[in-house]
């Protein structure tokens, strides 16, 4: 059974840091695209960034210049350094994963979240 698991949120001070890992164990063929987004109280979920088997990223305006996401393949793990945290970034933030089964059957993958608040 495929898992995603989320750690390192916690509460910061605003101008801090935080990395938020996230790791996929179970069966897994491999790991396609992986991404993280966000959801603060009364909002739609955002995608923050996202990043390719290969190691090709993309982000959103909010998270340009101040996060980096990563990942290391050979621990099915992916991360998000978050730098320069504000308190518009306060959110449960999710990984997501899209997983290929030695099936070969591709499917997609969410973890529980993880709370980050910052704090002014």
């Known amino acids: 059974q495929v898992q995603l698991v989320e750690s390192g949120g916690g509460l910061v001070q605003a101008g801090g840091s935080l990395r938020l890992s996230c790791a996929a164990s179970g069966r897994i063929f491999s790991i396609d695209g992986m991404g993280w987004y966000r959801q603060a109280p009364g909002k739609q979920r955002e995608l923050l960034a996202s990043i390719t088997s290969s190691g090709s990223t993309n982000y959103a305006e909010s998270a340009k210049g101040r996060f980096t996401i990563s990942r290391d393949n050979a621990k099915n793990t992916v991360y998000l350094q978050m730098n320069s945290l504000k308190s518009e970034d306060t959110a449960v933030y999710y990984c997501?994963?899209?997983?290929?089964?030695?099936?070969?059957?591709?499917?997609?993958?969410w973890g529980q979240g993880t709370q980050v608040i910052v704090s002014s």
């Open positions: 997501n994963a899209q997983i290929r089964a030695y099936s070969m059957r591709l499917s997609d993958y």
